[in-house]
């Protein structure tokens, strides 16, 4: 019983967060990095955290390096 108390206790005390932050999280910090199709050929975007495509490069390595140029940790989606 005891446990159940303080889990319901601590989730009282966290603020709500509302469906805008929620897909704002990571905008400014994060980058997916997943590949793409372009003419017929595989290539890799870096999307923002909200989906949003912000550039498309010939390779994986080279869009991984592309997000940390420009202050973003990639992360990849398979």
């Known amino acids: 019983m005891a446990k159940s108390t303080m889990k319901s206790e601590t ?10 932050q ?5 905008l400014n910090d994060v980058a997916y990095v997943r590949d793409v199709e372009v003419d017929g ?10 989906g949003q495509q ?16 420009n202050g973003l940790a990639p992360v990849t989606i398979h």
């Open 11 to 20: 989730t009282a005390s966290l603020p709500a967060v509302s469906r805008q």
């Open 54 to 69: 912000l550039a498309i490069l010939p390779d994986r390595d080279a869009a991984i390096a592309a997000a940390w140029e």
């Open 41 to 50: 050929a595989t290539a890799f975007g870096i999307f923002a955290a909200n």
């Open 22 to 26: 929620l897909l704002a999280l990571g």
